[in-house]
């Protein structure tokens, strides 16, 4: 796998409820920070989040006077409680897997060392991910998660529409809405991959922090591993999003097409009359239509059981909610799969 797709397995794994840990946190030159209400997908192998708008304020009109250029934007997402985002901040200091260790035991890097002492992570796996923060993170979450989804089921032809006419080249299980995230100043991030001996692979690095947004990091060893480092210098402003959370609908006809081919059946989904009829199974899954992350192999599974399903709508953070998680996931999900309980909004609801 490329160096974002074990980022992210590795560290959702460990940390199954953070959502999609980002190799790429830095927004770029093409979007502003990762929001609550930002409708988009994640780059596999760059490992970015791309915006194409946010859902909130996609009423308005765009800021480009020349909307010839605009795609037809959907309805703005409107939730009944305006208040619906809550604001934290998210102490945590350090991320990594559980083949990662921490060596060096100095006051963390919060505080600035004269001395230059140096923190030191080892993997003693065949793989592993490591990300490491010099502030808190700010940490955003919407509360008005049925507003968000109803809002999704209903709008998701529009949004893929929108990136189809902006030319992204995304199917529909890439399109997210996103619901939480959490946002940085700076960050480390290690990816430890194919290592071939145990105990063997080791990154060294300095951060030095100045004031209450100043930084200055460098890499000291890295060995057997991948490490990258993000904005350095003074008054750093947090829009650094190394997780994201976001819900996504799929359509069983998109993801799993022998089904209903078999049955000759393929519903209309634009028929009003059939949206108190769809079938919704809260799991997670990833951003990748392609790549077989340990999730995208449980909505398979989901699609494969529930054949009288038209929609599945799913969650990142759903991965918690499987019991005991562990680096054997593929396995587990699919001994677990079965008690997972899927729920369809209408007339019953159905255990897979």
Not at 242 to 265: E, K, M, S, T
Not at 272 to 287: C, W, Y
Not at 313 to 325: C, P
Request: charged share 25%.
């Amino acid at each position: 796998m490329d160096s974002g797709s074990i980022f992210r397995e590795e560290l959702a794994i460990s940390y199954p409820t953070h959502g999609h840990a980002l190799w790429e946190p830095d927004p770029g030159m093409l979007n502003e920070a990762v929001q609550v209400g930002d409708v988009g997908f994640i780059r596999r192998g760059s490992g970015y989040f791309y915006c194409l708008f946010n859902a909130l304020r996609s009423g308005d009109p765009p800021s480009n006077p020349d909307s010839s250029h605009h795609p037809k934007y959907p309805p703005k997402l409107q939730p009944n409680n305006p208040h619906h985002i809550r604001k934290s901040t998210d102490y945590q200091q350090d991320f990594y897997s559980k083949n990662v260790t921490k060596q060096s035991y100095q006051s963390h890097i919060y505080a600035s060392r004269p001395d230059d002492t140096p923190v030191t992570f080892s993997c003693s796996g065949r793989q592993g991910a490591l990300l490491s923060l010099p502030f808190p993170a700010d940490h955003e979450e919407t509360n008005a998660l049925g507003d968000f989804s109803k809002w999704l089921i209903k709008n998701i032809d529009d949004c893929l529409k929108v990136a189809n006419d902006l030319g992204c080249g995304v199917n529909m299980e890439d399109i997210i809405l996103v619901t939480g995230r959490r946002l940085a100043r700076s960050w480390i991030s290690v990816v430890f991959s194919e290592i071939r001996g145990h105990g063997d692979a080791q990154v060294s690095f300095v951060v030095r922090v100045s004031g209450d947004s100043g930084v200055h990091h460098e890499e000291r060893n890295a060995s057997g591993g991948v490490l990258k480092f993000g904005p350095r210098g003074e008054n750093l402003p947090e829009n650094q999003c190394i997780f994201v959370q976001g819900l996504r609908v799929v359509r069983i006809l998109n993801i799993w097409p022998r089904i209903r081919a078999a049955a000759g059946y393929a519903p209309d989904m634009h028929d009003p009359e059939r949206e108190s009829d769809m079938h919704l199974g809260l799991i997670g899954i990833p951003s990748e239509a392609d790549y077989q992350d340990p999730l995208h192999i449980l909505l398979e599974h989901i699609a494969e059981k529930a054949s009288d399903c038209d929609m599945i709508l799913v969650h990142d953070k759903d991965l918690g909610f499987i019991s005991g998680v562990s680096d054997t996931l593929i396995e587990h999900i699919r001994n677990y799969a079965p008690a997972i309980r899927q729920v369809r909004y209408g007339k019953c609801s159905t255990e897979l």
